[in-house]
Nanobody, 120 residues
Framework: QVQLVESGGGLVQPGGSLRLSCAASGSIFRIYAMGWYRQAPGMQRELVAIANSGGSTNYADSAEGRFTISRDKNSVYLQMNSLKPEDTAVYYC????????????????WGQGTQVIVSS
């Protein structure tokens, strides 16, 4: 059973910073892309940033220049700086992971989400 567990959300004032963490655990053969999505109330879930296994990264326009995604072994992080009220959302970790004995076939996994509130 593969699981993604996020941490690091919370309440922060506008202009502040937060660091989100996501750890993948379980019977893992290989992790491919790992990324972060977010969903604000009444809105669709949207991509924030993604880090591919080869090292390349991509950001949503709203995150470019303020957020930094990084990876370390089975974890992915999102450093969020200069936070704005419009960054308020539930942030979800997402990853393409090939479990052991899957024959290299990746499956897509989601974390349970962590709430980020940017408010004064």
């Amino acid at each position: 059973q593969v699981q993604l567990v996020e941490s690091g959300g919370g309440l922060v004032q506008p202009g502040g910073s937060l660091r989100l963490s996501c750890a993948a655990s379980g019977s893992i053969f290989r992790i491919y892309a790992m990324g972060w999505y977010r969903q604000a109330p009444g809105m669709q879930r949207e991509l924030v940033a993604i880090a591919n296994s080869g090292g390349s990264t991509n950001y949503a326009d709203s995150a470019e220049g303020r957020f930094t995604i990084s990876r370390d072994k089975n974890s992915v992080y999102l450093q969020m700086n200069s936070l704005k009220p419009e960054d308020t959302a539930v942030y979800y970790c997402n990853a393409d992971i090939a479990p052991m004995k899957s024959g290299f076939r990746p499956y897509n996994y989601w974390g349970q989400g962590t709430q980020v509130i940017v408010s004064s």
